[in-house]
């Protein structure tokens, strides 16, 4: 099955991995592998090179904001630079989110960190371009969670 | 940290996050992380106590840790049942995260996902939207088919994007269903909301690859698609999708390749989007990335569709002006693009040759190793001379990885395009000298042969070889390239005037030391020690004056403790001793090595080659160096053209032909090696020995060959036996005076005590009036530090009749 993203991959400068979503069905054992072949490439790479790497039958785009790893994965028929505004698109939504997002938030609110994620992208392709669309989104979705707790009042915490 | 969240974050979850990070060990951190799982397993027992959502998103950070957490498959299950949202959520998060198809678990919530499809609320039905297209088994797909088909048609924006995504995976997993989704798929190409059209060309992009008629069918929405990109890019600002003053450029990439996908291969769909094309083309901003991004879909579709050739000129210019963005992404894509079209678009992408080149300058590894290839694609026989300079720029600062491929690419390039021998020659040697760690087995065999078919270039090889050998011995081909051609054209080296290079005095004794400086370097690897080697031999019919150094030298490495060494070194001695009459012809020049003769293609050093020597050489051979030196040796060989390495030896050849007998030559060159392997000239050779002389245990046995009618080989074999070693040992001769007398060198001059080694000495005869034969031998030699000598007459020659005939 070829979607055109095969997986995400956050990982932090010493491999620590802090988001990791799979577009395509894979076992534990594989997931595990890849991790850490994107890990050790990624962290190999010299610091003026360029963002594009080839691994297996895939293109592996990665870029560093602060101190995470951005590395996606997509198939090599598609745009490596469309690939990189998918990324930076991502960064910006999380940044809009979080305000001035770093490490932490990602660590300590990583289901938020998915559920911005689901609203951006589905089954490996993007769902919205509109970065006002996505952020409205997320916004009615937590307002709702808050509300529909309030509504049966059953306390959340 | 920052708290400007919508929602309240789970105290209870960044307790636990907080608590595992501060575990200073591994071993602390699987104790925190044990300790909490076992409470979260007790929690999932528990009734419902509101705070199950913050159970499963705690279990849900352990397993991204790389912890088990299949104990909370079920949790999942249980969770997307809730009424709440706040668990629907967590546990479709859950579902993604730990189940897939292959889990008995993932189909216990098929029906949850039937119902939240129809629930109230978007943001629930958004959930199993979004589950279903990301983990949805084929069953599930083939069950929930026609709900997603109903949602693409009746429902609102936010739910239409995301159900055109379920088709798509529903799709992949059960590529029959595609024929249901075509109808909305081609009704959503008329939407305004840009996720739903990005949506809607994804779902088209999938049917048109899976099912070629689909493909047809969608060709007529080519002007809609082109009404949409003029849109896009001719409409003024969007505030809502404006990407640095493009578009929606995720959306126009889409559309571009759709559009890629229905022009291929179809004249007239191409043409129809030919005029957008351009406009994309020269309309987009280029000074942005995202801009290029859209450029570079547009030159892609252009390349692959049936487009006419200014369109096609306007792409690879595109191409051309990436080469020259400072985003090394850019130039990166720009040379994987321009590989691809280097076959189909030669002439266009030549016209960027000058900026391709410059790019092998480029800091980025990636970028250099893409201007490799693509530099090596565009040689050419008219622009061979300045590729080839800046490929051997390239070649000596590039990184270490690309060397082996640049020097291969160089020499094929070099092969194909060389404009005259002396071009071609210095090109090898130049890679050589600059990368000859890294070229492959076969280019010492492959420069030697391409050497010897440029007969004139020979003296200024050996010359151009000398000086590099002189400055640097560690590059193990050069090295033994230049062996190989000081050894063969060595006479050349020390004749000194050559018109290509500046005239330099090299003597026997320069000559001799460099070899020998290969031979001793700790640097030389074995096989180029073994060319130094034989190289060194092959001199020794060259020189005049230093042949006793090259015997020593040889003699010295008959106990070589590499064995292949000793070998060679023991068969070169015997060389000097038994067979010195055949020394000049198994070591002369060689003949021209056509491409795929055994000489060529071996690997191996000349060892091999010496026994290739056809048996014709060894026939025209022997005679001939009684008189003359090796290189009229070689004239003559010119004079019989092309013809050398055949076994039949042309009319030329018949009159100088006296025979050597069969038992010398061999069938083959394999056997005279063969015969070359005792000190025992009695097992070898079938004539018999004489005993002329005996006494204080010095032994003298003679042995004879007839060569002709009037001349005769006399071998004279000295041996031991006493106690005491002998130097200085000589032997005279004399003959009747009608009868020509040479005698070849000596095999030594010393004797050592019990036998231990002969001397042996060939004295060639010929006896043109056929008189008495006889032979007067004087030996000498020194004992103990005193001289003595001694005379012996030898009246009858075995193998001969009485009258010596």
Redesign the interface.
């Known amino acids: 099955?070829?979607?055109?993203m095969r997986f995400l991959l956050l990982f932090s400068r010493q491999g620590k991995?802090?988001?990791?979503k799979w577009?395509t069905?894979?076992?534990e054992r594989e997931k595990?592998k890849i991790i850490r072949d994107m890990t050790t490439m990624v962290l190999a790479r010299?610091p003026?090179?360029?963002?594009?790497l080839h691994w297996k039958d895939l293109k592996v785009i990665y870029k560093r904001y602060a101190s995470l790893y951005f590395c996606l994965a997509i198939e090599n028929q598609e745009?490596?630079?469309?690939a990189?505004?998918?990324i930076h698109r991502y960064v910006e939504l999380l940044d809009k989110?979080?305000?001035?997002?770093?490490e932490?938030?990602i660590?300590?609110?990583?289901?938020?960190a998915?559920?911005i994620l689901?609203e951006f992208l589905?089954?490996g392709?993007?769902?919205?371009?509109?970065k006002?669309?996505v952020n409205r989104?997320?916004?009615?979705?937590?307002?709702?969670?808050?509300t529909?707790?309030e509504y049966?009042s059953?306390?959340?915490? | 940290m920052h708290t400007h969240t919508a929602m309240s974050p789970s105290v209870p979850l960044q307790e636990m996050i907080r608590a595992i990070r501060s575990a200073r060990t591994q071993c602390e951190e699987r104790g925190v992380i044990q300790r909490e799982c076992a409470a979260i397993r007790a929690q999932f027992r528990q009734a419902d106590n509101g705070g199950r959502s913050h159970n499963l998103a705690k279990l849900l950070y352990v397993h991204m840790l790389g912890y088990p957490a299949h104990f909370g498959q079920m949790e999942c299950v249980r969770m997307i049942a809730s009424p709440r949202y706040s668990e629907k959520r967590v546990g479709y998060l859950g579902a993604m995260m730990l189940l897939d198809e292959k889990q008995d678990a993932s189909l216990l919530i098929t029906n949850s996902i039937k119902n939240d499809l129809s629930h109230s609320n978007q943001y629930v039905q958004s959930l199993a939207l979004c589950t279903l297209a990301c983990m949805g088994s084929a069953e599930m797909c083939r069950d929930l088919a026609p709900e997603i088909d109903r949602l693409l048609r009746a429902s609102n924006s936010y739910i239409k994007k995301k159900a055109a995504l379920c088709a798509v995976h529903i799709v992949r997993k059960v590529h029959e269903l595609g024929e249901l989704f075509v109808p909305a798929a081609r009704s959503l190409l008329s939407e305004k909301n840009h996720g739903v059209l990005h949506g809607a060309v994804v779902l088209i992009i999938e049917l048109c690859e899976q099912n070629p008629e689909t493909l047809e069918r969608f060709r007529k929405t080519v002007p809609d698609l082109v009404q949409i990109m003029k849109g896009l890019v001719l409409s003024g600002y969007s505030p809502e999708h404006d990407v640095a003053g493009i578009s929606d450029p995720f959306l126009q990439v889409r559309i571009l390749r759709l559009l890629r996908i229905l022009g291929r291969n179809n004249e007239g769909a191409s043409d129809s989007m030919n005029d957008l094309l351009a406009q994309v083309a020269t309309n987009t901003d280029s000074t942005k990335t995202v801009g290029n991004a859209v450029l570079y879909e547009t030159v892609l579709t252009v390349l692959d569709i049936k487009s006419e050739s200014g369109l096609r000129v306007l792409a690879v210019n595109i191409l051309g002006r990436f080469l020259l963005n400072n985003d090394r992404n850019i130039r990166y894509i720009a040379m994987t693009s321009l590989q691809k079209i280097v076959g189909t678009d030669h002439n266009a992408v030549q016209r960027h040759r000058g900026t391709i080149v410059d790019c092998l300058k480029d800091q980025d590894a990636s970028v250099k190793r893409r201007a490799l290839e693509l530099s090596l694609a565009l040689v050419s026989a008219s622009n061979i001379r300045s590729m080839m300079k800046e490929l051997l720029l390239f070649l000596s600062s590039c990184p270490p990885e690309l060397r082996a491929h640049a020097a291969s690419g160089i020499f094929n390039a070099a092969e194909r395009y060389a404009p005259s021998q002396r071009w071609h020659i210095d090109t090898m040697l130049h890679v050589l000298i600059t990368a000859g760690g890294d070229v492959r087995d076969e280019t010492v065999p492959n420069l030697i042969q391409l050497i010897t078919n440029a007969s004139e270039l020979h003296c200024y090889t050996v010359h151009k070889l000398y000086r590099a050998l002189l400055l640097d011995i560690s590059q193990q081909s050069l090295v033994q390239v230049a062996c190989w051609c000081i050894g063969e054209y060595g006479d050349l080296l020390l004749k000194g005037d050559c018109q290509e290079t500046e005239p330099v005095q090299v003597t026997e004794d320069d000559a001799l030391d460099a070899l020998e400086t290969v031979l001793q370097s700790h640097m030389s690897s074995p096989a180029t020690r073994g060319f130094a080697l034989t190289a060194t031999m092959k001199l020794s019919t060259r020189i005049t004056d230093n042949v006793d150094r090259i015997r020593s030298i040889v003699s010295i490495y008959g106990s070589c403790i590499d064995v292949e060494l000793q070998q060679r070194a023991v068969e070169y001695n015997a060389l000097f001793r038994k067979y010195d009459h055949m020394r000049a012809a198994v070591l002369e020049r060689m003949p021209v090595i056509e491409k795929n003769s055994p000489g060529h293609t071996n690997g191996e050093s000349t060892g091999e080659a010496v026994k290739d020597v056809p048996t014709a050489k060894m026939k025209q051979g022997e005679p001939l160096l009684l008189q003359q030196p090796a290189n009229q040796v070689c004239d003559l060989l010119d004079l019989l053209g092309g013809s050398e390495e055949t076994l039949q030896p042309g009319p030329a050849v018949d009159c100088l032909v006296s025979g050597l007998s069969v038992h010398a030559a061999g069938t083959a060159g394999g056997d005279l090696l063969d015969l070359l392997g005792g000190f025992e000239p009695a097992e070898l050779s079938p004539a018999p020995q004489v005993l002329a002389y005996d006494k204080g245990g010095v032994t003298l046995t003679l042995s004879c060959e007839k060569q002709s009618d009037t001349g005769l080989t006399v071998t004279l074999t000295a041996s031991n036996s006493s106690d005491s070693d002998l130097s200085s040992f000589t032997l005279q001769a004399a003959v009747p005076k009608s009868v020509q007398l040479h005698m070849k060198a000596p095999s030594g001059d010393s004797l050592p005590a019990r036998g231990t080694a002969k001397v042996t000495q060939m004295v060639v005869l010929n006896n043109p009036n056929k008189v008495n034969l006889k032979m007067r031998v004087r030996v000498s030699y020194t004992r103990q530090g005193s001289p003595f000598q001694d005379t012996v007459q030898i009246d009858s020659f075995p193998g001969l009749d009485a009258a010596g005939q």
């Open positions: 099955m070829l979607t055109c991995l802090r988001l990791q577009f069905p894979m076992s595990k010299q003026r090179s360029c963002n594009f745009n490596e630079l469309i990189l505004e998918v989110y979080f305000g001035n997002v770093c932490l938030d660590i300590f609110n990583f289901e938020k998915y559920f689901d589905i089954g392709e993007i769902q919205e371009t509109s006002q669309m989104s997320i916004e009615a979705s937590d307002m709702l969670q808050e529909m707790e049966m059953k306390p959340a915490f």
